[in-house]
Structures are given as C-alpha cells and as structure tokens.
C-alpha cells in the first residue's frame, strides 16, 4: 500500500501560480504510473494530468493544458504539480493517486486506488 500527502494549495489570484507536491511513502514510488485528479464541490473527480515511471512522457486534461506541468523525483518519491495562469474553474481539492489498475484508462478514477487526503487550491476573481 501506498500512503500519499498533498501539499501545496492556497488561495491565489487569478493568473497567480501555484506548485503542488505529492509525498508517496514506501519504496516503489518509482514503479508507478502517478495521476493528479481534482474535485470541485458538488462535482466528479475529474482528471487533471498524469507521468509515467521515469517522468518521460506526461498526460494532461484539455483544461489545463498549456498552463500545468507535472513532474516527479524518484529519489524524493515526490510528484509535483506545476500550476499557472490558474483561473477559477481551477479552484477543487487536487490529489495525486498511483495508478494500480492498467486495465482501466489513466485518465479514469478506476484506475487508481489509493488516494491521498487532498489539498485544496481556490483561485480568486
């Protein structure tokens, strides 16, 4: 198992910048696939973007791409989140997830199963 915590979030105005990182326990961080994914209240968790193991190829959302960027440290086993020009439909609770399930699409919750606790970025108009 996989234990995760977010860090990073604020409140920020709009077209301010903000970094995220995800601290993964454990010695296999490196052997995952990781995803971000954020939830806005009253709506799904949705996907923002995702890295594979050695941080070579990167996935992201339509809504964030261009101005997001995810990376990771596998010597830290930590994930970030790069977030600019944030504007505020960015505004949710983000987490990052391990994806444990590569039957399912990445860009899917079904393909993650342990989460973290979140972090919440609000951005301000």
């Known amino acids: 198992q996989v234990q995760l915590v977010e860090s990073g979030g604020g409140l920020v105005q709009t077209g301010g910048s903000l970094r995220l990182s995800c601290a993964a326990s454990g010695r296999t961080f490196s052997s995952y696939f990781m995803g971000w994914f954020r939830q806005a209240p009253g709506k799904a968790r949705e996907f923002v973007g995702a890295i594979t193991q050695n941080g070579g190829s990167t996935y992201y959302a339509d809504s964030v791409k261009g101005r997001f960027t995810i990376s990771r440290d596998n010597a830290k086993n930590t994930l970030y989140l790069q977030m600019n020009s944030l504007k505020p439909e960015d505004t949710a609770v983000y987490f990052c997830?391990?994806?444990?399930?590569?039957?399912?699409?990445?860009?899917?919750?079904?393909?993650?199963?342990?989460w973290g606790q979140g972090t919440q970025v609000t951005v301000s108009s």
């Open positions: 997830a391990p994806r444990t399930n590569v039957y399912a699409p990445y860009y899917q919750t079904g393909a993650y199963r342990y």
